[in-house]
């Protein structure tokens, strides 16, 4: 979906919200800078010093399956080739997966996916095939943003304007594994209505990426470890050729995976959801209606985890972001799970994580 440009204070707040992950929800999540300045910080495109984030190593090189939900929309949105190369941080520069109303759903029609492609020929060193590197693998860019006022078509000042999509991913093109998701959010958004993206786990467009924010949802390989296809071999996750994005119209119709995921609230026993959950976003959207996909980025590895903030450096700003959850656990507001440093991952930043962090200080990435 498009919306009139926003000011400088809502950029501001976004950038800040990308920054921090801070919500109310248990899934904050750091988003992926897609654009860095000279002090290696989020930077809008246009910025004089803005270049494209290094951390990053590639982008889809191609497409295949497109199938839009339907053809209610212009010649606009309806273009795959937007979704190639870099990231623009041009919220027009996308392409539209459409959007299903109640009867389509009713009718049982399937929402609208795209898949990308990764990389060419045999070499397993290509820059554009993903594989499952230390970290974060690939990012996917929507064109989300934060909203700067209620309205009566669901609109939450502060929360985020997003349409949410279904993420796969496939070595052969015939074999996909799927990320589970969660998605708390209990009631309807409305027409245009706004999420609080700290409830969303695992589904893209959770990130802002319009009006001078360019920023992306990382998904990470290692959650697919136990995936029966990849088990099988189906799936190879240091050959990844194809990623596959899939509308989630956000009428409620459509579940998420929580029984896969922990519970929060079972603290200190730590039991996952013994349901599903309806997922709800902005819906029923038209014009550019769905998901709008902007570009998917290939990750170099992350050799540090204690670098937070994924500058490349363990530094200032990822102290600063480590006292912020010292002593949270998962399902508190201030936990971040990038904190979670040690091994084995306990929910809780204590101080093993504390001694990891420490043992980190100063270190740098290679593309640093």
């Known amino acids: 979906m498009t919306f009139p440009n926003g000011n400088s204070r809502l950029i501001a707040v976004v950038i800040f919200l990308a920054a921090a992950a801070a919500g109310a929800g248990p899934y904050a999540q750091i988003a992926v800078n897609g654009y860095v300045g000279d002090d290696w910080i989020h930077a809008a495109p246009t910025d004089a010093d803005a270049r494209i984030h290094p951390i990053f190593r590639g982008w889809a090189t191609g497409f295949a399956d497109y199938f839009p ?38 009718a049982g029609r399937c929402p609208g996916s795209v898949t990308c492609l990764f990389g060419g020929g045999l070499d397993p060193h290509d820059p554009n095939r993903i594989r499952n590197v230390t970290g974060y693998d690939f990012v996917v860019f929507e064109n989300a943003f934060i909203s700067e006022f209620d309205t009566a078509a669901g609109s939450v000042r502060g929360r985020m304007l997003a349409e949410l999509a279904r993420v796969e991913v496939s070595t052969n093109g015939a074999d996909f594994a799927a990320f589970s998701c969660v998605s708390l959010g209990s009631l309807p958004a409305g027409p245009y209505g706004t999420i609080e993206i700290s409830d969303v786990c695992n589904l893209a467009g959770r990130h802002p990426n319009a009006y001078g924010v360019c920023t992306g949802t990382p998904f990470d390989l290692d959650e697919l470890e136990k995936d029966p296809k990849v088990i099988s071999g189906l799936v190879d996750l240091d050959n990844i050729t194809r990623v596959r994005i899939i509308d989630v119209p956000g009428s409620g119709d459509f579940y998420d995976d929580a029984v896969e995921h922990v519970d929060p609230s079972t603290w200190p026993y730590w ?24 570009a998917v980025g290939v990750l170099k590895e992350q050799s540090h985890a204690a670098d937070i903030d994924l500058d490349g450096a363990v530094g200032g700003r990822d102290l600063l972001l480590f006292v912020s959850a010292w002593l949270s656990r998962f399902g508190r507001d201030e936990f971040l799970q990038r904190c979670d440093l040690a091994e084995p991952k306990n929910l809780h930043i204590d101080f093993a994580d504390f001694a990891a962090f420490a043992g980190q200080w100063g270190n740098m990435e290679q593309w640093r």
């Open 69 to 106: 939900a339907d053809d209610q929309w212009s010649d606009a949105w309806n273009d795959p080739r937007k979704a190639l190369g870099a990231a623009t941080g041009n919220n027009t520069d996308v392409v539209s997966l459409g959007e299903l109303d109640a009867d389509e759903i009713a």
């Open 271 to 294: 039991a996952n959801y013994t349901t599903n959950h309806p997922i709800h976003d902005a819906w029923v959207t038209y014009g550019s209606g769905g998901f709008d996909l902007e």
